[in-house]
């Protein structure tokens, strides 16, 4: 399985030349939270349980969750660490989807079974939902996976695009699954390389030996301290997050580019040719996402507000 992924400006570079780029590829806030100040003891002294504590605290306000919940090194860890928690068995991911679950379950010795329809996941020892999905957008009733997971050995809800969309969460009641949020996506800042996951007492408790006593590093509990305390800037963001969204779709429209889906940190379209419109972009120094699975799909971030006028001529 080729374990592609956006954020891969190393390969643009080496075939479109150095230069001024626009980074669309991943779907990360391209208006990060400001980072604030950080004590000089979050970058010499080990982060202690209160601080931790602390962050757990700020997450379950920022989310309105209950229940228990672990720190770590982003949402990333927890795909890895969570293969682990059982012995390996037939799971179900719903695709297309982003393939790191596939990929950290085989590599822990599970066979994995793709499926398109959320009525196949039942029976599986272990199932994999993406809610908003990364690439399309497609969303799930919180209601209908509280279900599912009554009707697997174990349900991941992988919630790393939800932030701006709280209806579609699971975090005020797990419902059985088990629930990973990511930091960095909304809030702009994935090299803090900070998520979470939540669900039942036990299964944290498994994840967070597994973990070890120092799942994040000090400087990424004072910013997500901070962010996650401000809800009046996570507001803002996701109203403007959605006239940007809308504003993308009208210019890719104009390009004749049909929408397939997004959210509200990237899009999705579908072009004559994924590879040619990648190369368009790529000739302006905007690099784009493109699927070795889908040969019109092409999945584009939001430009922050300084970038619209390149998108936009590039697109023209």
Avoid: C
């Avoid at 050995?153 to 969309?165: H, I, K, Q, T």
């Avoid at 803002?236 to 104009?254: I, K």
């Amino acid at each position: 399985m080729v374990r592609d992924h956006g954020g891969n400006l190393d390969a643009a570079r080496a075939r479109f030349g150095d230069g001024d780029w626009i980074d669309l590829s991943t779907g990360i806030n391209r208006v990060p939270y400001p980072v604030p100040p950080i004590d000089a003891a979050a970058w010499t002294a080990l982060p202690t349980r209160t601080d931790i504590a602390a962050l757990h605290d700020a997450a379950r306000g920022a989310w309105g969750a209950r229940g228990a919940i672990l720190a770590v090194a982003g949402a990333q860890a927890a795909i890895q660490m969570i293969p682990r928690l059982d012995p390996p068995g037939r799971a179900r991911v719903l695709a297309p989807t982003y393939n790191e679950h596939a990929a950290a379950l085989r590599a822990a010795g599970w066979t994995v079974d793709e499926v398109a329809d959320p009525a196949a996941l039942a029976g599986a020892d272990l199932a994999v939902v993406v809610n908003p999905n990364n690439p399309d957008g497609r969303r799930h009733d919180p209601a209908a996976l509280r279900a599912l997971a009554g009707r697997v050995g174990r349900l991941v809800v992988d919630e790393s695009f939800a932030d701006p969309v709280a209806e579609l969460s699971l975090v005020r009641d797990p419902g059985g699954a088990l629930v990973l949020r990511s930091f960095g996506k909304f809030y702009g800042l994935a090299g803090v390389r900070l998520g979470f996951v939540l669900g039942d007492a036990a299964s944290i408790a498994a994840l967070s030996a597994m973990a070890g006593p120092w799942p994040v590093s000090g400087p990424a509990i004072a910013i997500g301290r901070a962010a996650l305390a401000d809800h009046d800037w996570a507001a803002a963001t996701t109203a403007r997050l959605t006239g940007d969204a809308a504003r993308l779709d009208a210019l890719a429209a104009a390009a004749g580019w049909a929408v397939v889906g997004g959210g509200h940190l990237f899009r999705l379209y579908e072009t004559p040719d994924a590879v040619a419109a990648q190369d368009r972009l790529a000739r302006r120094h905007i690099w784009s996402r493109i699927f070795p699975w889908h040969d019109r799909w092409l999945r584009l971030g939001l430009p922050a507000p300084a970038e619209w006028d390149r998108v936009a001529a590039a697109l023209a």
